[in-house]
């Protein structure tokens, strides 16, 4: 099972070294780790040029949905299977890999998220917002799907790429180059009964002392999380059948 773990990069220069002493503390047994500069200016650009880990260079920020776009098109060139990312903020542990991708290794699932609210899961210092306002997008997306997700926002994630080389849908679409890739491709493995999807219990750690904790901007960031779980639901493309 080829596997790639995708980290964009933007602008992270306090929070990525150590998401970089992790990833070398705790190599993952073949596993490609790539991570996408996207337009940092802040130091972290030159973090990932050293690192030596595979690289894609972006100029310009155009969203974290083009970086995951670049990013599966680089993957789909190698011909890697399995698609994973973490953030490089230092909220997801590179340790917790091995269970978000365990579902997919035993053929149980074809989409993997993780859930800081599921037992064994943990959040520490979850800021109050995030508290009481991640169970609201619970329930939206539970009413439009009919199912019910313990953690519907969390990054922490792995599918098979064989689902995007499936898509009737335009992955590409500019409109997605923000949040909408990540929730309108969750959207559409909900709304397909012949994809299998599960929930892992992972940590996402916070910073204490009322630091910052995120870059998503207040109404039109939040707006851009919300929309494409509607258009996925109503707008009539899924995958085509598994060969």
């Known amino acids: 099972m080829k596997t790639l773990l995708f980290i964009p990069v933007y602008n992270q220069i306090d929070e990525f070294p150590l998401v970089l002493q992790e990833l070398r503390a705790q190599p993952q047994s073949g596993i490609t780790v790539l991570l996408v500069n996207n337009g940092s200016s802040d130091g972290s650009e030159r973090l990932v040029r050293e690192s030596g880990f595979d690289y894609i260079d972006l100029a310009k920020n155009l969203g974290i949905g083009h970086s995951f776009m670049k990013a599966t098109e680089w993957a789909m060139e190698r011909g890697f299977e399995v698609f994973s990312v973490i953030a490089s903020n230092g909220k997801m542990l590179p340790a917790e890999l091995p269970r978000v991708l365990e579902p997919i290794a035993d053929g149980r699932a074809d989409y993997v998220t993780g859930s800081r609210f599921l037992p064994g899961g943990d959040s520490p210092n979850l800021p109050s917002f995030r508290k009481h306002s991640i169970p609201m997008v619970n329930v939206f997306v539970g009413l439009m799907y009919g199912i019910k997700l313990t953690d519907a926002t969390c990054g922490y994630k792995a599918y098979r790429l064989d689902l995007l080389k499936r898509a009737e849908f335009n992955w590409k679409a500019s409109w997605l180059n923000t949040y909408g890739f990540e929730y309108y491709l969750y959207g559409k493995v909900l709304r397909d009964p012949g994809v299998r999807h599960v929930e892992v219990p992972i940590t996402m750690r916070y910073p204490g002392g009322g630091r910052r904790y995120s870059k998503i901007k ?12 509607v258009l996925a639901r109503i707008d009539g493309k899924g995958f085509n059948p598994a060969p």
């Open 218 to 229: 207040p109404f039109k960031g939040w707006y851009e999380m919300l929309k494409p779980w």
